[in-house]
Nanobody, 126 residues
Framework: QWQLVESGGGLAQPGGSLRLSCAAS????????IGWFRQAPGKEREGVSC????????NYADSVKGRFTISRDNAKRMVYLQMNSLKPEDTAVYYC???????????????????WGQGTQVTVST
């Protein structure tokens, strides 16, 4: 049975950093594109960053470009989101999600992703 488990969330000060991890089990990670998404209270879920199955192509929301970096280690079945220069508006529940690589079109649209983790809370505040 497949499972995606996020970790690494917590409280950070503005300007600080956090590194989120997504551990995959029950999936051959090489076959899946992975995305990080977030949802703040009262807001729609939005794509933060997505990466293709081999890690050769990634994209970012404009709001996080230059601050966040997505990476993956298929051998370890792990995907990461390094978040630097955090802002209060980055506060949200962050989810990782997977989609079969044959259906991935370099689009970080949450509607296209089939497998979801339970989320991890990120709070940026003084």
């Amino acid at each position: 049975q497949w499972q995606l488990v996020e970790s690494g969330g917590g409280l950070a000060q503005p300007g600080g950093s956090l590194r989120l991890s997504c551990a995959a089990s029950g999936l051959i990670l090489d076959y899946y594109a992975i995305g990080w998404f977030r949802q703040a209270p009262g807001k729609e879920r939005e794509g933060v960053s997505c990466i293709d199955a081999l890690g050769s192509s990634s994209n970012y929301a404009d709001s996080v470009k230059g601050r966040f970096t997505i990476s993956r280690d298929n051998a370890k079945r792990m995907v990461y989101l390094q978040m630097n220069s955090l802002k209060p508006e980055d506060t949200a529940v962050y989810y990782c999600a997977a989609v079969d690589r044959q259906y991935y079109r370099d689009s970080c649209n949450h509607n296209n992703f089939d497998y979801w983790g339970q989320g991890t809370q990120v709070t940026v505040s003084t």
